[in-house]
């Protein structure tokens, strides 16, 4: 009996392209860097609409290209774990010669988009690329330590928007990569507790200890008391152009204390009910700081 293979219709391949480059994440991604730019142009560096097009469509490019990488290079293990067997490469919906040619025309458009804005923007969008692909993504398996290197580009978004308003890496921008850098250990954490079993299919190191523990649910809480820090930087007058109001600040503390509570709660139930809580809890802060952040700006 032959096998009748269906063909593929323009809403499957968008449906395809959208689940290869991670869309949701992606978007979220690309608010981020539009975050930073909205934070970074000035009466120096005056807001321009082709800018912030380049920086949206050359973000999701480079956000799209690293998903697909990386799941051309984890089609095997993508396949034993419940949330990713269906996505096109392992449900063999697409080839992994399809996906690395998007990959690397997302590469090469978001690259080129990125260089319109200026080099450093480019430069930073192409290192997040290959820490992403090259490094983090082979590190899932070897060490726990591969959240810790996911964090860099993972970072880079809120701050690319200030390189590509300003042209220039600084204070300003190196604390808007702290900030985002420290947001990624609690969200990432709390989402290796509570999909621990399925990572554990593939062999995924992505807790710090390895296992739900009372250690793990500690560092959680440390790294949240760390972001709440770094989110407060812009507040002591020492960043820069970079700068919250006290009334922003104390919105951007009370946020923190927020997250932070949640981040308690991990530490006290160490359940799966909680670290999903805690990550949906630290959406909702990047999101709302960033938001406070651009404000304040403006009502300033």
Known sequence: MNTIIAKPTIQSIFTDFKAITKAGLAVSVVF???????????????????????????????????????????????????RTKNRPVPSGR????????????????????????????????????????????????????????????????????????????????GTLFLIQFFWQFPHFWSIGWFLYEDYEKAGFFMLPTGKKDKATAMQTLLYTLWLIIASLLPATGYTGQLFLSKTAAII????????????????????SQAAKKLMLVSVTYITALQLVYIIDKFLR
């Open 252 to 271: 951007v503390f009370l946020l923190g204390i927020w997250m932070l509570f949640y981040a308690a709660k991990l530490y006290q139930l160490r359940s």
């Open 32 to 82: 981020s860097s539009i975050a930073g730019y909205l934070l970074g142009f000035s009466n120096n560096n005056p807001f321009s609409w082709s800018i912030l097009t380049m920086l949206t469509l050359g973000g999701y490019c480079m956000v799209g290209a690293s998903n697909a990488y990386n799941q051309v290079l984890e089609k095997e293990l993508d396949k034993l774990m419940d």
């Open 94 to 173: 697409m080839s992994s010669n399809t996906a690395l040619i998007i990959a690397t025309l997302l590469t090469i458009i978001g690259i080129v988009l990125l260089y319109n804005i200026n080099p450093k923007t480019a430069m930073f969008g192409a290192i997040s690329i290959f820490i992403y692909t090259c490094l983090y993504t082979p590190l899932k398996t070897v060490t726990s330590l591969s959240v810790f290197v996911g964090a860099f580009p993972g970072a880079i978004p809120f701050m690319l928007g200030w390189v590509a308003a300003t042209g220039s890496f600084g204070i300003e921008a």
